[in-house]
């Protein structure tokens, strides 16, 4: 499965973006997908992720009541939004899907990754 993502942009603080990430294969419904990013310097870090049916969801305790993250497995696609986004949030956004039986916020546990996509929040 590959993996596009898109969406990334340049924004003020408090404002909003929409991430997408379009996988290809037919067998998208079956992974466990997420977000993490990476800003510079720092490691790559969880963000959210969503159950295979997209009935479950998991943040990151940073994002929380900000960020929403959904998945329409008839597009083969998931979705980031983010409101009130801080400058805090400036970095990469990399999708990635887990074919792990339960959700994990580590990305050793999620074996294929998007090529990410830069955010970048002005104050």
């Known amino acids: 499965v590959q993996l596009q993502a898109c969406g990334g942009g340049l924004v003020q603080a408090g404002g909003s973006l929409r991430l997408s990430c379009a996988a290809s294969?037919?067998?998208?419904?079956?992974?466990?997908m997420g977000w993490f990013r990476q800003a510079p310097g720092k490691v790559r870090e969880f963000v959210a992720a969503?159950?295979?049916?997209?009935?479950?969801?998991y943040y990151a305790e940073s994002v929380k009541g900000r960020f929403t993250i959904s998945r329409d497995n008839s597009k083969n696609t998931v979705y980031l939004q983010m409101n009130s986004l801080k400058p805090e949030d400036t970095a990469v956004y990399y999708c990635?899907?887990?074919?792990?039986?339960?959700?994990?916020?580590?990305?050793?546990?999620?074996?294929?990754w998007g090529q990410g996509t830069l955010v970048t929040v002005s104050s």
């Open positions: 969503a159950s295979r049916r997209g009935n479950s969801k």
């Open positions: 294969g037919r067998t998208f419904s079956t992974y466990i």
């Open positions: 990635a899907l887990s074919a792990q039986e339960r959700y994990s916020d580590s990305t050793t546990d999620f074996d294929s």
